[in-house]
């Protein structure tokens, strides 16, 4: 899709948010389509649609937010990679595809040294070093 394609389909969506939310300025909801990720054009209308219509939502700003209600689906299609599962996100996200993608980005924290230092204090004065110990002194 060229920019100027994009720019005209915000533009419409924008005036579709202005007509439900008249309390909303175009140009304001052209601002938070421009912060969302591409994505098809249908399910981003679906989502801006529902945002505007959602009446807990008092500005276009937070549309860009993915966590927001309006970007979880109703309706149910099966999803793609798990087809026993339904998608419940307009992407076609189930929720074993985000356990996977959260698990993909997981990494564990380093393990924890438990054992207590027998001699706290001096093992504090070595890390500071000799200059250290002088000026403790």
Do not use: K
């Amino acid at each position: 899709m060229t920019t100027d394609q994009a720019e005209r389909i915000r533009g419409h969506i924008a005036s579709l948010m202005h007509d439900i939310r008249p309390e909303w300025d175009v140009a304001g909801c052209v601002a938070a389509l421009r912060a969302l990720p591409d994505m098809p054009t249908g399910a981003l209308t679906i989502a801006a649609m529902r945002y505007a219509g959602d009446p807990a939502n008092t500005t276009p700003a937070m549309l860009a937010d993915l966590g927001n209600r309006a970007w979880v689906s109703d309706w149910h299609l099966p999803c793609r990679r798990h087809p026993q599962n339904r998608a419940w996100r307009v992407n076609g996200q189930c929720a074993s595809c985000y356990a996977d993608r959260q698990a993909a980005e997981y990494e564990p924290r380093p393990a924890r040294d438990t054992t207590a230092d027998p001699h706290p204090l001096e093992t504090a004065l070595s890390r500071l070093g000799s200059r250290g110990s002088r000026e403790c002194i």
